[in-house]
């Protein structure tokens, strides 16, 4: 197994100013995906009794810390939660607006 990685951007980030303006007068906007492979050495243990060992008596173990990709999710699981208030502020902003 080798660890994956990803990494969001706004669509805008790639755009000139005065596409990204005219952009923001119509709301749209989207998000870039990339996917990447991590392509560190596996963790190599010397364990010649295991029946995966090479011929040297190592095991490779997957690049995968998981203790790193909690923290990933976590991160990910607040800057989401950031978002949801953000968007929720804007739309009770935009509700008493409309009531004055």
């Known amino acids: 197994l080798r660890r994956r990685l990803e990494a969001r951007t706004t669509q805008d980030a790639h ?3 005065h596409e990204r303006n005219s952009r923001q ?3 749209v906007s989207g998000v870039e995906a990339q996917e990447a492979e991590d392509n ?3 963790r ?3 364990d010649p009794g295991h029946p995966d060992a090479n ?3 190592y095991v490779a173990y997957p690049n995968v810390e998981v203790v790193r ?3 990933d999710l976590i991160t990910a699981s607040r800057a989401y939660e950031a978002n949801v208030t953000a968007i ?3 739309k009770s902003m ?3 607006a409309l009531e004055i």
């Open 55 to 57: 011929s040297e008596g």
């Open 40 to 42: 560190s050495e596996p």
């Open 94 to 96: 935009h509700k008493k």
């Open 44 to 46: 190599l243990v010397y």
């Open 15 to 17: 755009m000139k100013s």
């Open 69 to 71: 990709e909690m923290v």
């Open 88 to 90: 929720n502020a804007t």
């Open 25 to 27: 007068r119509l709301a």
